[in-house]
């Protein structure tokens, strides 16, 4: 059976580099970024933008589902709106997969700790973290597993994805 991992999260919670972690752990898995499909300069968000990532998007999953070569399909992007979820799945050939829905959330002080970092980096603009920490509070509304990736390495939660809920946590451990 065919694995799809959903991967949501504010900008900078660390979700890409936790599925390029998560794609190197599993057997036969290919990774898809959300914001791949929408690299533009500049970035503009119209209604004919939005219609046209979200048929990249789900035009390519569909691909790597198909595809007898992958038995784990990663995805991750922002997608903090139910909406965007069930629309995403509703496009999706779902017969004999598996779907994991995660939404990383953290603290907001570790949020902008992270966003920080990059921000110093030159990787983000300062204006991200204000936007990113706002919208913290809309993943807990999301029909998803949330985990709390405060204290989290980027290994670590990979680690816990890989297993949740297709495998038991090691003794002592915390599950999401």
């Not at 939005?50 to 990249?56: A, D, F, G, L, R």
């Not at 569909?62 to 069930?86: G, K, P, R, T």
């Not at 004999?96 to 920080?116: N, T």
Request: aromatic share 8%; glycine share 6%; with cysteine.
């Amino acid at each position: 059976m065919k694995r799809l991992y959903l991967i949501g999260g504010t900008m900078g919670v660390g979700k890409t580099t936790v599925c390029q972690i998560l794609k190197k752990q599993l057997p036969d898995s290919v990774f898809l970024d959300g914001d791949w499909c929408w690299d533009s300069s500049p970035f503009q968000v119209t209604q004919e933008t939005k219609e046209m990532v979200m048929e990249n998007i789900c035009f390519l999953l569909n691909q790597f589902l198909a595809c007898s070569a992958y038995e784990n399909v990663i995805f991750c992007w922002v997608m903090h709106q139910q909406s965007i979820l069930d629309e995403i799945l509703s496009r999706l050939h779902l017969q004999g997969v598996e779907v994991l829905a995660v939404s990383l959330v953290c603290s907001s002080e570790s949020l902008r700790a992270r966003l920080e970092k990059d921000v110093i980096a030159g990787i983000r603009e300062r204006d991200v973290v204000e936007r990113s920490v706002a919208r913290l509070p809309l993943y807990e509304a999301l029909n998803t597993v949330k985990l709390d990736v405060s204290g989290l390495t980027p290994a670590q939660t990979a680690d816990i994805l890989r297993r949740y809920p297709f495998g038991e946590p090691k003794q002592g451990e915390k599950t999401p």
